[in-house]
T-cell receptor, first 112, second 115 residues
């Protein structure tokens, strides 16, 4: 499974875009990039995932570089409720499918 | 409503006692998972099951046991062999199969404190 590296914390002003980076330089060709978030004392919530192409849903956009060694999660208009720990996970190939390896993530604080 | 339920939300046990944490899902998912989370840390996989009557050890299975007799249920037993059982335990489920369809849905968690 590919290891991911994320900054430990980030700040964002309410209403602005939050851009959360993730490095996964050892990702293999069949591994997906997943993003989850965890609000304090709750279970994690799925946000988005992708393989090669950029993806967008109602929550966020995922930008994956052409070499797939890094990605950025974009919350287009952050609100106070987006304050959470955001986990970037690279997973999915071979016998490890179905398993998610959570690192320590990025603590995103959205302030007024 | 479809979802995953875990009970109880808070659980206290004396050292040396086994305790079983409940996890039920009505999403018709094939795969289910148990994670442990310690303060300030990410989640670590304890056990997972991709189909009924089958389960696999995760990264930290020692001191834990599971069963998967029904599709909707995946109980976790924390045994007295687990040296540091106090933690936040999270259950999840997914369709399983191809990674492209592997969004995991999490329950609200059980916070276990061993006194």
């Amino acid at each position: 499974d590919a290891k991911t590296t994320q900054p430990p914390s980030m700040d964002c002003a309410e209403g602005r875009a939050a851009n959360l980076p993730c490095n996964h330089s050892t990702i293999s060709g069949n591994e997906y990039v997943y993003w989850y978030r965890q609000i304090h004392s709750q279970g994690p919530q799925y946000i988005i995932h992708g393989l090669k192409n950029n993806e967008t849903n109602e929550m966020a956009s995922l930008i994956i570089t052409e070499d797939r060694k890094s990605s950025t999660l974009i919350l287009p208009h952050a609100t106070l409720r987006d304050t959470a720990v955001y986990y970037c996970i690279a997973e999915g190939g071979g016998t490890s499918y179905g398993k998610l390896t959570f690192g320590q993530g990025t603590i995103l604080t959205v302030h007024p | 409503d479809g979802g995953i339920t875990q009970s109880p939300k808070y659980l206290f046990r004396k050292e040396g006692q086994n305790v079983t944490l409940s996890c039920e899902q009505n999403l018709n998912h094939d795969a289910m998972y148990w994670y442990r989370q310690d303060p300030g840390q990410g989640l670590r996989l304890i056990y997972y099951s991709q189909i009924v009557n089958d389960f696999q050890k995760g990264d930290i299975a020692e001191g834990y046991s599971v069963s998967r007799e029904k599709k909707e249920s995946f109980p976790l037993t924390v045994t007295s062999a687990q040296k540091n059982p106090t933690a936040f335990y999270l259950c999840a489920s997914s369709w399983g199969g191809l990674p492209s369809y592997n969004e995991q849905f999490f329950g609200p968690g059980t916070r276990l404190t061993v006194l």
